[in-house]
């Protein structure tokens, strides 16, 4: 008897990844996030079980908590404060933009999405399978197909950052553990979509988020 799909999971994190959901995901670069700086954020973000309330709030808060944990991930990812960005590489970015496009319809249905130098968000519904194993199927095709691009840099003569390239295009290139969130309603699906398509427009990359070449919305989603 087949098992059915598990619903929730957790790693470091707490995944909740119903059937029929839809998502907003970051998966970021191998490295790009120091651990002391993640133990930081961490801290600053966890809360303590009480029983001077009800289960009810302490439940509310966790997910308020939560999702101002992602927000400081997402803040210091923006910042480019620490230097592994190979999906600066327009051939890295290409492929994984390619990689992303290539699922829609296939694995999901494709809301949007965003390269930035050291991380991806995405927008995803209708999956034809379980969240963990579309990016894991997702994560090690273009892992494998950036860490080869990375490899042949190190051979050509005088590259610039050939430390970094070297060490990583000998190593891991995705943190094994990517970011998910549950969109809750329309609102929110609005503003999930507003901050992907803006993250370059923040990051003061470009004006206006059409002219960022490595971001793509489904035209339906932008009449919201």
Known sequence: MKKPTPTEYRRNLPHIQ???????????????IPISVLEKISEAYEIENTTDISGKVIKNLKTIQQENYFIAIDEYLDSNANDTYHLAKPEIAQLVYDSIKFRDNRDYKLVCFSIMSNHVHMLIYKLVKPLDRVMKELKS??????LKLLRKEIVAP???EKSSVASTANSKFWQKESFDRIVRNKMDLANKIAYT?????????VKNWKDWKWTYCRPEFLEM
């Open 197 to 205: 398509i803006n993250n370059p427009v923040k990051a003061g990359l």
């Open 18 to 32: 119903p059937q029929g959901g839809m998502f907003f995901i970051t998966f970021r670069l191998y490295g790009s």
């Open 158 to 160: 005088a590259t610039f």
């Open 141 to 146: 095709y273009t892992g494998k197909e950036a």
